[in-house]
């Protein structure tokens, strides 16, 4: 039996390069938005992935559709305001 400590080592070997970095970390926390919508989204999706949906599945697409759109409208709207494009 072989241990995967061994593998391990290898994969965390560069992890000291391989962090993100402070730009990239903004880059997520200014996406998480989106992120969070898109999550809220595909659980809503999953839910009805084997039964025919209810009203309320329905209802829960909608919602989960009309969020996804507005993160995504408000983090574009945000990325015009902050390049100064169009201004």
């Known amino acids: 039996m072989e241990h995967i400590v061994t593998v391990q080592d290898a994969v965390t070997a560069f992890a000291d390069w391989m962090e993100p970095t402070d730009a990239e970390l903004d880059a997520i926390d200014t996406e998480m938005p ?26 829960r697409l909608r919602r989960a ?23």
């Open 34 to 59: 989106v992120i969070l919508a898109d999550i809220e989204l595909l659980d809503a999706h999953i839910t009805t992935l084997d039964r025919t949906p209810t009203e309320l599945d329905e209802r």
């Open 65 to 87: 559709r009309r969020r996804a759109l507005a993160a995504r409208l408000e983090l574009t709207n945000r990325g015009i305001a902050v390049t100064g494009v169009g201004a």
